[in-house]
């Protein structure tokens, strides 16, 4: 549900235009406490580089059973005041987000922002690059990307933090809400670094058919019309670190989530579960 054209595009300008601003921030996941999404004084940005092999398996229907590749990581923090923007390609629950800090107080934080929910895909699939039509999709409408806009409330401790997110599409996708709820750990062990994180998302019934229902003008001889409900998903994540150096980190993740029968339950899903691992180097500057 990752890796969407948005935001790609989004990271490329804001990497061009960012010229030589040069005051130190850290790029990090906003479901973990050491994420650095808080008010700063003027500008501050970080960034680093570098790739990672990962594999995962796919839950439309007809496609690969396994995707695997080679992926470059590039993961950026830009802070201006209250506004941020944060690009995390490291661990898997990362992504794009823009933001806003109304609150940072007492271990409290509550902020506007803005993220991608879910992956578009069409008669070809979910992959950014694709190799035609696929039969079992032959014939459906294309589901675009989302992008979601809310508030996000977290409370932090030492090293962990619960976040409540509400975000309403406003890209003209599925015009509903998502709301999201996950609970983090970061474990230091020597020189390892080890997060884990568990999730539960909500999912209104406008967005569940948006993307999982069919309607009549999509039905075929192995697709019935599928009329879909509000729905949920699980997560599950275990990331960890080890700085080989003292510019490069070796990483590596797995991420797991689970669909509800709401989804599962879709004639164009094969699966109610997708996994993900990966592991890589980073470099950072």
Not at 68 to 90: C, G, I, K, M
Not at 110 to 120: E, H, K, S, V, W
Not at 239 to 248: C, F, K, R, V
Request: no cysteine; glycine share 8%.
């Amino acid at each position: 549900m990752k890796y969407t054209l948005l935001n790609r595009t989004l990271f490329s300008i804001v990497l061009f235009s960012l010229g030589l601003i040069a005051t130190s921030a850290q790029a990090s996941n906003r479901y973990y406490a050491d994420n650095t999404l808080e008010p700063t004084q003027g500008f501050a940005w970080d960034w680093s580089a570098g790739a990672s092999y990962f594999v995962e398996d796919t839950y439309l229907v007809g496609t690969n059973a396994y995707d695997t590749d080679l992926e470059l990581d590039l993961s950026l923090a830009v802070s201006y005041d209250r506004f941020y923007l944060d690009f995390d390609h490291n661990q898997l629950s990362g992504g794009l987000i823009i933001g806003y800090s109304i609150i940072d107080k007492y271990d409290w934080g509550l902020d506007i922002l803005g993220t991608n929910t879910q992956a578009g895909f069409d008669e070809k699939g979910l992959g950014f690059y694709n190799n035609g039509v696929i039969a079992e999709l032959n014939g459906i409408k294309s589901r675009r990307y989302d992008f979601g806009v809310g508030l996000r409330l977290t409370r932090r401790f030492e090293n962990s933090q619960i976040s409540f997110e509400y975000l309403y599409d406003v890209s003209g996708a599925h015009n509903s809400w998502v709301v999201n709820t996950f609970f983090s750990q970061i474990l230091p062990w020597r020189n390892w670094e080890f997060r884990s994180g568990v999730g539960v998302s909500a999912y209104s019934a406008d967005f569940t058919n948006y993307y999982f229902g069919i309607d009549q003008e999509e039905v075929a001889e192995n697709r019935p019309f599928y009329d879909a409900h509000a729905s949920t998903s699980l997560i599950f994540e275990f990331h960890a670190e080890y700085p080989i150096s003292q510019d490069w980190v070796f990483l590596a993740g797995f991420l797991s989530t689970w669909f509800s029968a709401e989804i599962d339950d879709s004639p164009i899903i094969s699966q109610g579960y997708q996994h993900k691992a990966k592991v890589g180097l980073r470099y950072v500057f």
